[in-house]
């Protein structure tokens, strides 16, 4: 078999995660391992774990750092959503969310999804875009995973707003019919993999994924798309993205975004009302 990803194998020692870690297995063309601990596979750098806590990458080697699965439900992620700080958030405020405006947003480069999940729980309508196979799957585990929440009826509120979609952001950009209101890029470059603020384990992630060598193409064409505006999120002493300065930013302590406005949003946008714990 010829993998689509050398040096990453699909691990389960979970029997109730077998047929989930052999269909995984089979949409990336990877191996598949059973019987042995991530820790052990000393012949390749990553590893796709299937357990009962859901899908994870994980790096080989006694000292690697732990593992990274797309959570929605608990953690970070969830705690932002609880006490995050609603709409006055910047990057709320980069994209345009306040009282009586949810526009709709499509996240070009979802990664794990963070972002789109924060905005999501602020109301908004989110079509994630990850061209990532390996990726997408980890999406798609943690959507899942976190439909099945069925204690939380907030949270299944949230994930109902998101959309998933597998395709190269730029290819899904050339074929849209209708402009979005948003469009939002985060896009990964070496200077941020390199950071002090990034976990071990996420630089290991952004190892694995790599970099997204088309970014400036993307703002180009996000910018002749979008209906409102485009947002792009760099680290605080990055270029801008193709050269394109933009209308303002809004900057913190490690990161900024670009906020490149095309269009005044009208008084109300969107119909969906966020809980008010938002």
Do not use: W
């Amino acid at each position: 078999m010829t993998s689509s990803f050398p040096g990453v194998a699909v691990v389960c020692n979970d029997t109730g995660s077998r047929d989930q870690a052999a269909q995984v297995a089979r949409r990336l063309e990877c191996p598949l391992l059973m019987g042995v601990e991530p820790k052990d596979v000393h012949d390749l750098d990553f590893t796709l774990v299937c357990d009962a806590q859901g899908l994870s990458v994980q790096q080989t080697g006694a000292k690697a750092p732990g593992p990274v699965r797309a959570e929605f439900a608990s953690g970070s992620v969830d705690h932002r959503r609880k006490f995050g700080g609603g709409k006055g958030q910047m990057i709320a405020k980069a994209v345009g969310i306040k009282a009586g405006i949810y526009p709709h947003i499509v996240d070009l480069t979802a990664g794990l999804g963070r972002d789109a999940f924060v905005l999501a729980s602020l109301g908004s309508r989110l079509t994630m875009v990850e061209r990532s196979p390996l990726v997408h799957l980890l999406l798609e585990d943690g959507l899942r995973r976190g439909c099945m929440a069925a204690h939380d009826p907030e949270l299944r509120a949230i994930l109902s707003r998101m959309e998933l979609v597998h395709m190269d952001g730029a290819d899904y950009v050339q074929q849209l019919t209708e402009a979005p209101d948003v469009i939002y890029l985060d896009p990964m470059f070496p200077e941020r993999q390199k950071s002090a603020e990034v976990k071990k384990e996420m630089r290991a992630f952004h190892q694995l994924v790599g970099k997204d060598e088309d970014a400036d193409t993307l703002l180009v064409a996000a910018l002749d798309k979008a209906r409102y505006r485009v947002v792009v999120k760099r680290s605080r002493k990055a270029p801008f993205l193709a050269g394109r300065e933009p209308s303002y930013q809004l900057a913190g302590k490690t990161s900024r975004f670009d906020v490149y406005a095309l269009c005044k949003f009208p008084e109300s946008l969107g119909s969906t009302e966020p809980s008010a714990d938002s």
